[in-house]
């Protein structure tokens, strides 16, 4: 059921990003949370683990000006599941997820 969700979800960010003409520019912004229980730089090595997503967003026509990808690993967790402390794999999965950031640019006109 959980990818079943995640490929809807990336369906509406496409359609939402892609087709909705009343945007002038929209921009998306891309944030993938890794694990925290490995080390920073490692976590930071995963944001290839965004790759896929961007370039199947690219492939159905979005502009990879429009992309901006970030990640973010440890330093934004949801949760109290950092560095040194013990947690289930259910916390630890809260913390690993991707976001989307939807927003219309402002324009000089």
């Given at each position: 059921?959980?990818?079943?969700?995640?490929?809807?979800?990336?369906?509406?960010?496409?359609?939402?990003?892609?087709?909705?003409?009343?945007?002038?520019?929209?921009?998306?912004?891309?944030?993938?949370?890794?694990y925290n229980d490995a080390a920073i730089k490692y976590k930071e090595?995963?944001?290839?683990?965004?790759?896929?997503?961007?370039?199947?967003?690219?492939?159905?026509?979005?502009?990879?000006?429009?992309?901006?990808?970030?990640?973010?690993?440890?330093?934004?967790?949801?949760?109290?599941?950092?560095?040194?402390?013990?947690?289930?794999?259910?916390?630890?999965?809260?913390?690993?997820?991707?976001?989307?950031?939807?927003?219309?640019?402002?324009?000089?006109?």
């Open positions: 059921m959980k990818r079943f969700i995640s490929y809807a979800l990336i369906g509406f960010t496409l359609f939402t990003i892609g087709c909705n003409t009343t945007y002038r520019q929209a921009n998306k912004h891309y944030r993938n949370f890794q090595y995963l944001k290839d683990h965004t790759k896929p997503l961007i370039d199947y967003l690219i492939g159905k026509g979005i502009d990879k000006e429009r992309l901006a990808p970030g990640w973010y690993g440890e330093r934004q967790p949801l949760n109290e599941c950092v560095d040194d402390i013990i947690c289930t794999p259910p916390k630890h999965q809260q913390n690993r997820r991707t976001q989307f950031k939807v927003r219309i640019l402002e324009t000089d006109n």
